[in-house]
């Protein structure tokens, strides 16, 4: 229900309505809503408020078919849907601040760039940016163009959500102001955009506007040439006193009007008024098939110059897939498919300057009068029918595009529609005169040309990539730890310790491990997890543990994996009340000796990590490939992870238990080296404080290796799909539940 009333409000900010500061908060809500909600909760949040805000706003589709209204309605409320569940991957909430630029710039990419441009050449009614032709952002227009203020708006309604995070859980007293007072200055800064230069040569201009409701009743053909002879009978009305160029709406002559008689008129009258004339018609083109053009005749009526429709509007102009929809009998509306254009380009006649003439749809696309003016244009003219739309508020809401694309390219434009809204708009966006619907008349102004070019104009099509830009580095952004573990209390002078020791096939290795672990000034206990090791390393360690009461052997009954036998010890030892526990190889890859230096940082971390990737650690008889490969493996893991740990592959580690106890309240299903990394992440997530002391590693000089490629495969898979669900969750390997009691205790007090 929020979500809905959250798009019907934002469609307040659209005509007929037309209140543009309701579009600085409407956003608010579905973004108070979707930014921790799962991704199936945010893709449905996001589809209500997308069916609400456009099935409101372009409510004028509905003229042509509710199946029409409602297929559109659900195209476009899929992107609002796609921005929704994908929300929760660039919102961070220990970063409010960013997380309002980074929703911002992904609402610019999907709901308003990527919907502009697919399906079928995409749909670009329904910006964001449209109201704020009447606001205080408008003047910006010339440097980011209409993404930029659709940016700023989105950001004013992300810092709205940002100052109400900041008091609710927050709780700084700065924070809240300083989002406000960004909030303030972005809607203040623009009065200070310079306003467009006028240097340029005046130019008169009329359009002719016609109530073509007097022609309803004909037949088809009937009606084309009905309209063509209103234009003619307005048009020499300009005979005493031509203008410079007289404009004529789009389909002035429709394929009905373009027999030779009819035409033949249109020149007479031309002629009559001795001006240049641009008029539309729909005839065939040099491809042979039906082409919208643009035709601009000179002051003798020959044509001079032409332009054909690019941007034609699908299921307006042509029929997708036309055969497959056959069945749809409202498409038989559409009797013809038109022919679009190759190029955009300029117009040129002599005594003008150069025209840069867009057709109707055309005109919601920023692209198109951004080419114009490259290729020259000093004027733009937008030709429109909105006749269908009858008195609805599309004709309103295409006026407001035009303000837009006026601003964007510095350029005078001229909106001439067949019967309204007619309007001459100046190059900073102001309407300098305007003609009503269907009000029959000549809208006559003088505007002023222009030949600079605006930044964006020069760099625009920069823009959206650069929100892209944003929006990646966004989603890459680890997201900060927002659990809290308490900090590690000193332990006591002699800890109890526990040193797990997996084995298979160590019998080479075991017993010199075994004796140097004892010889250690600290008072450490061993425990050698066996898998029926085939070498009888099972049988060496028996023995010892005969005749030293500190060493003992628990023997499974076949190999079972790194990662159970240290889950099988890691639980012996918490059952047992030990203080520290110890994960290390037991082929002498790990230097018994260097346990010294962890048991001594243990004293400050709940968890030490031996690194071979810190200051004074080191790695031996490694190929530099291989080291290469480990070094680019921890550098993959902390950047998809952020997790702030040089070697989270490493196991030679101590644990405290109460932290020890926390990770193992959860299932681990990871081995080899996607283990390691699943506890060092658990808890970094946790809050814990995690160290990494220097050891020297040295390659095993005994016995194969262990780890397969299947581990390997299985690790980097895994921090993929972890990275993914920090950003996307926060802490992606825990439970949203509170502590349990096992973080109590940490240590003693010395």
């Not at 506007?209 to 009743?217: G, I, Y």
């Not at 008195?391 to 529609?417: C, W």
């Not at 543990?545 to 079972?560: H, I, N, Q």
């Amino acid at each position: 229900m929020i979500a809905a009333l959250g798009g019907f409000l934002l469609s307040l900010a659209f005509p007929p309505v037309g209140f543009w500061p309701v579009s600085l908060v409407a956003l608010a809500p579905l973004l108070w809503l979707a930014r921790d909600a799962r991704p199936r909760r945010g893709f449905l949040l996001g589809l209500v408020f997308g069916l609400a805000f456009f099935g409101t706003t372009l409510d004028w589709i509905a003229l042509f078919g509710e199946l029409a209204w409602f297929s559109l309605t659900l195209v476009l409320a899929l992107f609002v849907a796609l921005f929704s569940g994908l929300l929760p991957l660039v919102w961070r909430f220990r970063r409010p601040g960013w997380s309002a630029v980074a929703a911002a710039a992904a609402w610019v990419v999907v709901v308003e760039w990527v919907r502009a441009t697919v399906p079928l050449g995409g749909f670009g009614w329904g910006s964001l940016a449209a109201p704020q032709v009447d606001g205080p952002l408008l003047p910006i227009a010339s440097i980011v163009g209409s993404w930029g203020i659709a940016f700023v708006v989105a950001l004013v309604n992300g810092l709205v959500v940002a100052t109400i995070d900041a008091l609710t859980w927050d709780r700084h007293p700065v924070r809240p102001i300083v989002a406000l007072a960004v909030a303030v200055g972005l809607l203040v800064v623009p009065v200070a955009v310079p306003s467009a230069p006028e240097d340029g040569d005046p130019l008169e201009v009329a359009a002719i506007q016609v109530d073509v409701r007097s022609a309803e009743q004909l037949d088809r053909v009937g009606e084309d040439r009905a309209i063509a002879r209103l234009h003619t009978d307005l048009h020499r009305t300009l005979a005493v006193d031509p203008p410079d160029l007289v404009v004529w709406g789009e389909s002035s002559l429709d394929p009905g009007a373009v027999d030779e008689a009819t035409l033949a008129q249109v020149r007479e009258a031309v002629v009559d008024v001795a001006a240049p004339t641009l008029v539309s018609t729909t005839q065939p083109g040099a491809s042979g098939g039906l082409e919208r053009q643009a035709n601009l005749l000179d002051a003798t009526g020959e044509q001079v110059d032409s332009y054909s429709k690019v941007r034609l509007v699908p299921f307006g102009e042509y029929v997708p897939f036309r055969g497959a929809l056959d069945w749809v009998t409202a498409l038989r509306q559409i009797p013809y498919d038109l022919t679009p254009g190759t190029r955009v380009h300029a117009l040129r006649g002599a005594g003008l300057p150069p025209l840069g003439v867009s057709i109707c749809f055309e005109n919601t696309f920023e692209r198109v009068q951004r080419e114009l003016v490259a290729d020259g244009a000093e004027v733009l003219v937008v030709t429109t029918n909105n006749a269908s739309y009858e008195d609805t508020a599309a004709s309103a809401q295409h006026v407001q595009m035009s303000r837009l694309r006026a601003v964007e390219t510095g350029r005078p434009l001229v909106h001439a529609a067949i019967s309204g809204i007619g309007a001459v708009v100046d190059a900073n966006g102001a309407v300098m005169d305007r003609i009503g619907l269907f009000e029959p008349g000549v809208l006559r102004s003088t505007v002023t040309t222009g030949d600079h070019r605006t930044p964006y104009v020069r760099f625009g099509y920069l823009v959206p990539w650069l929100f892209l830009a944003l929006v990646i580095t966004a989603i890459a952004l680890p997201r900060r730890r927002r659990r809290e573990w308490p900090e590690p209390v000193r332990l006591a002078d002699r800890p109890r310790t526990l040193v797990v020791l997996p084995t298979y096939d160590e019998r080479d290795t075991i017993g010199t491990v075994i004796e140097e672990l004892l010889s250690l000034p600290e008072h450490v206990e061993l425990l050698v997890i066996d898998d029926s090791s085939p070498d009888g390393t099972g049988e060496l360690v028996r023995v010892r543990a005969g005749t030293e009461p500190r060493v003992r052997l628990l023997e499974r009954p076949g190999k079972a994996g790194l990662a159970s036998a240290y889950l099988d010890g890691f639980r012996t030892a918490l059952e047992e009340g030990y203080d520290l526990i110890v994960e290390m190889d037991s082929d002498l890859s790990h230097q018994p000796e260097e346990l010294h230096g962890l048991l001594a940082d243990a004293d400050t971390h709940d968890l030490v990590i031996g690194s071979r990737y810190v200051s004074g650690g080191s790695v031996t008889n490694w190929s530099r490939t291989r080291v290469a490969l480990s070094r680019m493996g921890n550098l993959y893991a902390r950047l998809a992870l952020g997790l702030p740990v040089r070697d989270a592959t490493s196991g030679f580690r101590v644990y405290r238990r109460a932290l020890l106890a926390e990770l193992l309240s959860r299932p681990i299903t990871s081995e080899g080296y996607g283990f390691q990394i699943e506890l060092a992440l658990r808890s970094w997530a946790l809050g814990a404080s995690v160290g990494e002391a220097p050891i020297s590693f040295r390659e095993r000089e005994h016995g194969h290796s262990k780890i397969s490629r299947r581990i390997v495969v299985e690790a980097l898979w895994l921090v993929a799909v972890w990275g993914f669900r920090a950003r996307l969750r926060g802490d992606p390997l825990l439970a949203d539940r509170p502590l349990g009691d096992a973080k109590q205790g940490t240590g003693t007090s010395a």
